[in-house]
C-alpha cells in the first residue's frame, strides 16, 4: 500500500429515533433558524413531521425547502439558496435521500458564502464559508452523508460535480427508522447503488487505500447480507439498520476511493432519460464488471468472500469469476429492469450515451481498465 490520506464526516450518531433529538445538536452548533432540505415525497409520508415538531417545541424557528428532485438541477439548488437567504438562516438540515442531503451541502455553502454554483463546480474550488451542516439520510444508498461530493444536473442534462471538504457536513445522523416505509422498489435500487460504492471503492487505480479497503468489504457484506430481507420484509428494522450502516461505510470508502466506469455510464442514463441513478448502476454494472474482470481479477477474488459468492454460485472457491457471478445473482433478484431497452432505451440512443460518458473522466480514470468512446458503446450495447 502507498502513502494515503483519508477523511470524512467528523462524527457520525447511529441510534434509532435519533432525527427527533436534534434540537440538542442544533444548540451545540448555535443553530436557531435551520433551513430543512428536502423533498415532497417525503413530507407527503409524514417521515418530516416528528423531526418538525421536536424543534419547534423547542422553540427553534425552522424554514422547510420541500421541492427536491431526483437528479437535481442546478435551478433546485438556487431555489433552494434563495429561500435560505432570504429566511436569514444559520444552519441547515439536509433530510432526505442523495438528492436533498446534496442539496443541502450546496445550500449551506452558497448561501453563506455567495458564490455562484458555476464557480464551484469541479474539485476543490469552492472558498467557503458555510453554514453548519447536519445530514439525515431517509435511504440507504448514496452514503452522501459521509461524503465531500454533491452532484447537480446542468441545463444541458450534463451531471457536474462539486467536490470539496467543505461538503463534508459536521454530523451525521443515522436514524434506521426513518427507513422503515422504503418500498422495495427504492429499497433496491438505493441498496445497489452502495454495493456499486464499496465495489468501485476496493478497485480504484486511484488512492485505494488500507482504510477505504476495510470500509468496502464491511460495506459490502452488510449490504449483501441484508438487501434481500430489507427488499422482502421492509420492516425488519436490523435489516434497515445495517443497510443505512453498509450505505454509510461505503459513502467513506468511495469518498476517498474513487468510483469508476459503472458511474461514469450511469450518469448520462440519468441526465439523459431520468433513470434513477440506482437503477442506472443496476443496468450497466454487470457489463462493467465483465469488462474489467481482465485486470481485476484478483481484487474481485478477495471480494467475493464479502459477498458470500461460494453459496451464490455453483464456484467451489473464491475468484474473480465467482465474484462476478454472485453479483449477477444479487442483481437478478433484486426485481429491477435488468435491459437498458426496458427503461425504454434503443440502439440510436446509445452514440449519445456514450458520448456523454467520456466526458466522465474524473471517474474514467479510476476504473481498474481504460474505457474508450467505443468500449463504453459495446458496454451500453451489451446492456441493451
Not at 429561500?83 to 443541502?104: C, K, M, N, P, R
Not at 474550488?125 to 440507504?140: C, D, S, Y
Not at 422495495?184 to 464499496?198: F, K, N, S
Not at 488500507?210 to 428494522?237: C, F, K, Q, Y
Request: glycine share 10%; net charge negative; hydrophobic share 45%.
Amino acid at each position: 500500500m502507498s502513502n494515503f490520506s483519508f477523511e470524512t464526516t467528523p462524527r457520525v450518531i447511529c441510534a434509532d429515533g435519533e432525527s427527533e433529538r436534534l434540537g440538542g445538536l442544533l444548540r451545540e452548533f448555535g443553530i436557531n433558524r435551520p433551513l430543512v432540505v428536502t423533498d415532497p415525497g417525503i413530507v407527503s409520508a409524514g417521515l418530516l413531521e416528528p423531526m418538525l415538531a421536536s424543534l419547534r417545541a423547542l422553540g427553534i424557528d425552522v424554514t422547510v425547502f420541500d421541492d427536491v428532485v431526483a437528479d437535481p438541477p442546478a435551478s433546485c439548488v438556487e431555489a433552494a439558496v434563495a429561500t435560505a437567504q432570504a429566511s436569514h438562516i444559520d444552519g441547515v438540515i439536509g433530510f432526505g435521500g442523495g438528492s436533498s442531503l446534496d442539496v443541502a451541502k450546496l445550500v449551506a455553502l452558497l448561501s453563506r458564502s455567495g458564490e455562484s454554483l458555476e464557480a464551484v463546480y469541479g474539485v476543490g474550488l469552492a472558498g467557503g464559508p458555510r453554514w453548519p451542516l447536519i445530514q439525515v439520510p431517509t435511504t440507504a444508498g448514496t452514503g452522501s452523508e459521509v461524503t465531500p461530493i454533491a452532484i447537480v444536473t446542468t441545463p444541458s442534462g450534463e451531471k457536474q460535480g462539486v467536490v470539496s471538504r467543505l461538503l463534508y457536513p459536521n454530523v451525521a445522523v443515522l436514524d434506521a427508522t426513518l427507513t422503515l416505509g422504503l418500498p422495495a422498489r427504492v429499497t433496491a435500487m438505493t441498496g445497489i447503488d452502495a454495493m456499486v460504492h464499496a465495489i468501485e471503492a476496493y478497485t480504484s487505480r486511484h488512492a485505494k487505500n488500507v482504510l477505504s479497503d476495510t470500509l468496502a468489504v464491511r460495506a459490502l457484506r452488510l449490504l449483501s447480507d441484508h438487501i434481500g430481507v430489507a427488499i422482502e420484509n421492509g420492516t425488519d428494522l436490523a435489516a434497515r439498520r445495517a443497510m443505512l450502516q453498509g450505505s454509510m461505510l461505503a459513502g467513506m470508502a468511495f469518498a476517498n476511493a474513487p468510483v469508476g466506469a459503472v458511474h461514469a455510464l450511469a450518469y448520462p442514463l440519468g441526465g439523459q432519460f431520468h433513470v434513477p441513478h440506482g437503477l442506472s448502476n443496476a443496468l450497466v454494472l454487470l457489463p462493467v464488471l465483465e469488462f474489467n474482470l481482465s485486470e481485476a481479477e484478483p481484487l474481485y477474488r478477495e471480494l467475493a468472500d464479502a459477498v458470500r459468492a461460494g453459496e451464490r454460485t455453483w464456484h467451489r472457491s473464491a475468484s474473480g469469476r465467482a465474484f462476478v457471478d454472485a453479483m449477477a445473482t444479487i442483481v437478478g433478484e433484486l426485481g429491477l429492469e435488468r435491459t437498458l431497452g426496458e427503461v425504454g432505451i434503443i440502439e440510436a440512443d446509445l452514440p449519445s450515451l456514450a458520448t456523454d460518458a467520456m466526458k466522465v473522466q474524473r471517474l474514467l480514470v479510476n476504473n481498474p481498465r481504460d474505457v474508450d468512446y467505443d468500449q463504453a458503446l459495446a458496454l451500453y450495447r451489451e446492456a441493451l
